[in-house]
């Protein structure tokens, strides 16, 4: 599994060298990959701390922190080459959790596809066509930012939902 971020966060991955960590966002993404069997522990406070993944890696739309924390359209432009070299480079993903639209629509545009045929939404599965042999599957989430959870629009348990359908194609992929 890949999940595609939108940028390092200025208090997490910018400061910390690791996506997620030591920011709002990461205390839900890591206790949720715990509790999955994809991380070790459920915390992750610094890029030595001892936490490691399985079978899951993480990455963003954005490769720089951005100003005011929301990137520009034309970061956004030039930063998915390194999306698509990513991708091209990890044929053995088989899925790819965008976590927000603007990852939705990155991972689209580094695989060349019609954003129109793709909407985004909450839990929405998508085939990604002439993605490598046995294609790859685009699950959508809320960003698990600060803003998403205290308003509820993402909750832990729809959080999870996303990584109980997440398990469910890694199991059925194989």
Do not use: W
């Not at 599965?125 to 809320?142: A, F, K, T, V």
């Amino acid at each position: 599994m890949l999940i595609v971020g939108l940028a390092p966060g200025m208090h997490g991955a910018n400061r910390s060298g690791r996506p997620f960590t030591g920011d709002h966002a990461g205390i839900l993404l890591y206790q949720t990959l715990h509790n999955f069997g994809f991380a070790n522990r459920s915390v992750s406070v610094s890029a030595d701390d001892g936490l490691e993944l399985s079978d899951c890696r993480i990455t963003n739309a954005v490769k720089c922190l951005p100003p005011q924390n929301k990137p520009e359209p034309m970061e956004i432009r030039t930063c998915n080459r390194y999306l698509a070299d990513e991708l091209d480079a990890s044929p053995e993903v088989q899925v790819i959790v965008a976590l927000g639209g603007i990852a939705h629509r990155s991972v689209l545009v580094a695989q060349k596809l019609k954003q129109s045929e793709f909407a985004f939404k909450h839990g929405a599965r998508h085939r990604l066509p002439n993605s490598g042999e046995r294609g790859r599957i685009l699950i959508d989430s809320y960003h698990c930012s600060r803003y998403n959870t205290q308003t509820r629009r993402l909750t832990p348990e729809s959080f999870a939902e996303i990584f109980i359908t997440v398990r469910t194609e890694l199991e059925r992929l194989g």
